[in-house]
């Protein structure tokens, strides 16, 4: 090989290191790019082990959940174990793994080829073909000789002129900061769920004592009616009709059995252990509760700095933002280079070949995908818009329920169920005595019935408030239920 040659050669080499130390440096600007790699928490187990993994955390979480759990320790193993937050956390993965693929940069083409290929033999001494030799010194060669023909080696690659690259990666950087808050919105909505699941528990287990009460009262008046009736003292209708009361009774006790079976299936199956036991829960009602009036103003101000929904929209902002800048930036075309090595075995002589090429925007211009990008930007500011006022509007309403339930439980606690029960007494004793009917007394345990109900709605009222709430500021409210 000539000098020549070897220069051409040494340039292809050079021009390939080139393109190899541009890919080598995409690690460096992953982790310049990449602020979240303090999020390890959210790194799921590799495939071939997610099916043993999750069996094992379900079996685990299904014990703890037979022995009792307090509120925060739902919370823990619900966001452990429950499949949708698996996916959201999987979601941000993704997110993270598509910005190190948008920060890659193309691969190079590495070409090979044989060509003017000769189709007919040639024999300067006529004694037929040679390896390509002869005595004059001439190339001799037969039909369809490989080693007559042209041997080129090329290598071509692109290069981003417009910052493109970087756009694509500002992009996703700025959709996996949005899925980031989604995944936390998904979480925050998660532990208001358990919440409201853990206190429907308790107020099915207050709305079964409640129907025992009565129950009770319901098989004492039929007792009673029953010793009165030996003595000539009872009406048949008293009798029936507390019969039908105690029978009224019994199917509410039985439906209050159910409710709290339904309550304890919905919980475990929130936590994501649907066939788990759910043992007796150390809470008591109220939860929680305000140490004093929030003021709504300050609230609302709070929830819209800290709110995952928020966050998300704004980031979803910023995501179309980044959208629009990468399309803009596609407009300018990538310049193609290429350089060629060429080697001719026949005349001894190698050439080099060096090609730029540019792609001319005549017909295609990128701008319908402007167009959308600036749409969607439009469309992102008024979702951003429309999701601080939802914000606003659910964080005065929790504080309302909330206000009005607290004055409702303690009314319901000190009046009106101790008021109800001690009518139930006082009618049942003057029904004894002889001074009312008995349709007194099925009507004073009416009312008693109606307000237990009301008071158990009222609490899970309160309850769901109070979730709502801790899932719009982002965070939970420290005073706690004595």
Sequence with gaps: MGVRGIRAQAAGIAFLALVAGCAADTSRDVEAFDPRRGSAELEAPPSVEADETTRAHVEDAGRRISQGLTLEEAERIALEVNPTITAAACAVNAAKANIWQQSLFTNPTFTFGKTEIPTRGFDPNGSGPSPLTSDNGSRSFSAWDLRASSTPFTLQKDFDVSGKRVARVDNALEGERQTEAQFASAARQLKAQVRTAYAAILVAEKGLELAQEAFDMARKNVEILGMGALGGKVLEGDSTAAESAEDRARIDL???????????????????????????????????????????????????????????AKRAVLAAQANVRLQKRSTIPDITVQATYNRYILDDFDTVGFNLSLPLPVFDQNRAQIAQAVANLHQAEAQDRSTELTVEQSVRSDLAQIATSRARIKAFENEILPKARRSVTLTEESYQAGKVLYLNVIAARQNFNQQRQDYATELLAYEAAMADLERLLGRSLEAKAP
């Design 254 to 312: 039985q439906q209050a059995e159910l409710n709290l079976q339904n309550a304890r299936l919905a919980f475990a199956t929130l936590l994501g252990c649907p066939q788990a036991t759910v043992g007796p829960l150390r809470g008591t009602l109220p939860l929680e509760k305000l140490a004093e009036d929030m003021d709504a103003a300050a609230t609302v101000k709070e929830a819209l700095q800290r709110n995952a929904d928020v966050i998300a």
